[in-house]
């Protein structure tokens, strides 16, 4: 694969990621910053210029930074990504799946999921 197709990919790559991440915002089972931080990670291999303006953004580039710099999430957004995945994890476990072995599946993924989130560093503001 040629280096500039791979620019190309990441880049589109990136677009899609920060766009599910602004739809999160709207959409409060969707998170919104693992998808800036993917789309940020995919910026910095395909366009340096994406991702300054990214990373230089008044509302998302201090999730960017704060992960960028020191992998840590601000307490805010902790806050609202637990209470996403216990809701959209409680609905799916609730609604949708069928079986006490794919439950404890569920149950155990949205743990770990809550427990990463929980115990990265919080981003001083």
Sequence with gaps: MGRELKKRL????GH??????FIGVFLPILPTAP????????YSRGSKQFHDVLARNKVFGSVVRNWERNGSISLQAKCIAVFAVLVGFAVSVTYFVTGDVWRI??????ATIVMYIVFRPTARE
């Design 35 to 42: 998808f800036l931080i993917v789309g940020a990670a995919c």
């Design 16 to 21: 899609f990621f920060v766009t599910i991440g």
């Design 105 to 110: 599946v569920f149950i155990t993924i949205g």
């Design 10 to 13: 990441y880049n589109f790559l």
